[in-house]
């Protein structure tokens, strides 16, 4: 299983954020903080915000903002988000999972990545 770094780099903008939490803060300077491309960053923060993680405000002090407080954040909600649901590989003989002797595996594992992810909190990583 491989993360996008659009993954990364949305967790990575999100971190940031929560660092200054409940303040905001402009693309430009979490772009150069990070060393994300700010074109890049625009597009998954629109995301973000779309999905209700982020709050932003228009205008010469405008910037971005958590929605909420980072501790209600999950690490696994960010990356579903940016990724789309969080599955490890399947079988590439099998149609249907459960057909499979193997399926048990990458079910297993995939439940644990999610229990893992949701698990992990904003504010525990800043």
């Not at 971190?15 to 491309?37: D, H, M, W, Y």
């Not at 932003?56 to 501790?71: D, E, H, R, V």
């Not at 999972?97 to 800043?126: A, P, Q, Y």
């Amino acid at each position: 299983m491989k993360f996008s770094t659009k993954a990364e780099y949305g967790l990575r903008a999100m971190v940031n954020l929560a660092g200054c939490f409940p303040a905001q803060k402009n693309l430009t300077n979490i772009s150069r903080e990070e060393k994300i491309s700010l074109k890049y960053l625009e597009r998954i923060v629109g995301e973000l915000r779309k999905k209700n993680l982020l709050k932003s405000t228009k205008g010469k002090s405008g910037g971005y903002m958590l929605a909420k407080n980072p501790k209600n954040i999950k690490v696994g909600e960010i990356i579903e988000i940016l990724d789309g649901p969080i599955e490890p590989t399947k079988c590439s003989l099998c149609k249907v999972e459960s057909k499979c002797s193997s399926s048990f595996v990458w079910i297993k594992l995939g439940k644990e990545i999610k229990k893992t992810l949701r698990l992990i909190k904003l504010n525990e990583l800043v």
